[in-house]
């Protein structure tokens, strides 16, 4: 009888699963195929293209720049006496760092620019994206070129209680 009980307890609480489940919809969209498709994103991309040679062209100026002059000190080096050596050293010591700082700003440059034009863009594919799960009624939104969760229906959030039964 125990077990009659326990298998019809078991065969419950599947069945409530089940239907839990069953009410639950579930949707999916390849986020990156969804952007790609946006033509702001092709005008964003074409802005940071164009950002990124101007900034490469800068480089290769300075690096052009350091690498005569490196080519220029050594083979005139023997040549100098010890202060101007030394004069000449640091010159391409310094034109070095300004490099590497360049280099540092540039790349910032370049990101905070990324986000600049990239965030608008996804902030109205993430409304689009939530419109139609709502207009669809569907609980979960997953992005399959991500495997993220773009959108959920409000939920209980169980930290609080988990916690508690933790003892944390």
């Known amino acids: 009888m125990k077990r009659f009980l326990t298998i019809l307890f078991l065969g419950l609480a599947t069945l409530g699963s089940t239907t839990a489940m069953a009410q639950a ?6 986020s990156d195929e969804l952007l790609s498709l946006m033509p702001e994103t092709k005008a964003a991309q074409g802005q940071l293209e164009k950002h990124n040679k101007e900034l490469e ?16 000190f050594e083979a005139n080096q023997k040549l100098m006496t010890d202060v101007v050596r030394d004069s ?21 440059s370049l990101q905070q620019m990324e986000v600049e034009l990239l965030t608008p863009i996804l902030e109205k594919a993430q409304n689009a994206i939530d419109a139609v799960a709502k207009e669809k009624g569907l609980t979960y939104v997953f992005d399959t070129s991500k495997g993220a969760v773009l959108y959920a229906e409000d939920s ?13």
Not at 25 to 30: A, D, E, Y
Not at 60 to 69: A, D, G, I, R, S
Not at 88 to 105: G, N, P, V
Request: no cysteine; proline share 2%; aromatic share 8%.
């Open 25 to 30: 919809k579930f949707g999916h969209i390849n």
């Open 156 to 168: 209980q959030n169980l930290m609080a209680p988990v916690k508690s039964k933790l003892g944390l």
């Open 57 to 72: 062209s800068t480089l290769n100026t300075m690096l052009e720049e350091y690498q005569n002059k490196m080519a220029e």
């Open 88 to 108: 000449k050293y640091r010159q391409l010591a310094d034109l070095e760092q300004r490099i590497q700082e360049f280099q540092q700003t540039g790349s910032q």
